[in-house]
């Protein structure tokens, strides 16, 4: 852990707690777009833990865990460094968007560039203040609109150190995720730092239990690096996941889920039915495999290849 770490042009030393406030652009009124940083200081050496949420601006969930972490002063690091950013994407945000205003996405934009798209300077302004400092992190994130993910952890599983963390964390399911171009967590592994995904719930829309496994979980991880102490009963072990893959709907209608996210199927169970909306026919949609239900589809109209359950394998 370095002495002094300078973000924003602030520097912060050992035992201090600052918030700092990221420039990123301006709003065409000419109102600026400042993001919030936290950051927590211990006096003692360890390792520098980021939390981040809002990469995309509709995804509440992660939004609502950090900020439960900062609201019950829960982080304290005894040595190390925590860097919370609990809204990331402002503009998505205030939009109810997954993206920024140019219609691109955040997590599909790293490293960036300074004159770059919006989303592009927003990842570039992260990549530039916050991730050189970073040794490892938790980014939260939701299923999709309408797509409601089960509490699980994506980490590419092939790093021992990656493993460990994730089992340290305790989600009811780990998925082994490949890092996909331009994303955080590819840009991260090139640095060689550690980004672990978490998933819970679907945007717009708070998931209690998937909130608090996130807040529990994320002291369990503190507690694994060294960072602080947490003195509650360990998690019941994950599920691990090695592949995935989404069942889709073979012809468009409106969707009637029979099956809930978190349980195991048989191939051949019945997932739902697609039915036409003048009550002419409904079509049995079976599970092509046996696996465990990890997202799943709420929307009731889909269109052919729309995706409806995805399950995970062990």
Same mark, same amino acid.
Not at 78 to 106: C, H, M, W
């Given at each position: ?101 140019? &219609? ?7 490293? /960036?560039?300074?004159? &770059? ?26 299923? &999709? ?116 996210? &978190? ?31 990890? /997202? ?8 052919? /290849? ?9």
């Amino acid at each position: 852990m370095p002495q002094e770490i300078i973000i924003n042009g602030r520097t912060i030393g050992l035992g201090e707690h600052v918030t700092t406030r990221l420039n990123i652009s301006t709003l065409p009124s000419g109102t600026n777009i400042n993001i919030p940083v936290h950051v927590f200081r211990a006096p003692a050496d360890g390792p520098v833990m980021l939390l981040m949420a809002g990469m995309h601006g509709d995804e509440v969930n992660g939004i609502e865990l950090v900020r439960r972490l900062l609201r019950r002063k829960l982080l304290h690091p005894q040595r190390g460094t925590i860097i919370a950013i609990p809204l990331l994407n402002i503009y998505g945000f205030l939009n109810f968007s997954r993206e920024v205003p140019d &219609g691109k996405d955040v997590n599909r934009s790293f490293p /960036g560039h300074k004159r &770059g798209s919006l989303a592009s300077r927003v990842a570039y302004t992260f990549v530039k203040e916050i991730l050189p400092w970073v040794d490892y992190g938790l980014d939260f994130h939701t299923g &999709g609109a309408s797509r409601t993910n089960y509490p699980q952890i994506r980490s590419l599983l092939d790093s021992p150190e990656n493993e460990k963390m994730a089992r340290a964390f305790g989600a009811p399911f780990i998925v082994n995720a490949k890092l996909r171009a331009k994303s955080l967590r590819k840009e991260a592994a090139k640095q060689g730092k550690s980004i672990l995904v978490y998933e819970c719930g679907e945007s717009l829309r708070f998931h209690e239990e998937g909130i608090e496994r996130g807040v529990a979980g994320t002291l369990r991880v503190l507690h694994y690096l060294g960072i602080q102490e947490y003195n509650a009963p360990e998690a019941q072990a994950s599920i691990i996941c090695q592949k995935t893959s989404w069942v889709r709907a073979r012809q468009a209608g409106l969707f009637h889920t029979q099956v809930q996210v &978190g349980t195991y199927i048989q191939k051949g169970d019945i997932l739902g039915r697609i039915a036409d909306p003048y009550g002419v026919r409904a079509l049995r949609i079976r599970s092509p495999y046996s696996g465990y239900i990890i /997202g799943l589809n709420h929307m009731p109209v889909v269109n052919e /290849g729309d995706a409806l359950a995805h399950i995970g394998f062990e």
